[in-house]
């Protein structure tokens, strides 16, 4: 699992983000990305707070283009 910066609240709040052209980064605390595009799986909002929405993803050179 990843994250996205900026931690949103909702998964309405990144797709929204997304189609508006907003940079979105996807990292994960405990591995590096290994390819130039990939799809991941990210969890929202961040620890501490209790995940409350998943998506997956579209990354290419570590930045979101498309929510799946």
Known sequence: MAYVDPNFK??????????????VTVFS???Y???????ETIEGPHYPEPHKWYARV?????IV???L
């Open 33 to 39: 990305p290994t390819a130039f595009m990939r799809i």
């Open 10 to 23: 909702t998964k309405k709040a990144l797709k929204e983000a997304i189609a508006a052209g907003k940079h």
């Open 58 to 62: 579209l990354v290419v050179n570590g």
């Open 29 to 31: 605390p405990w591995r």
């Open 65 to 67: 283009t498309k929510v």
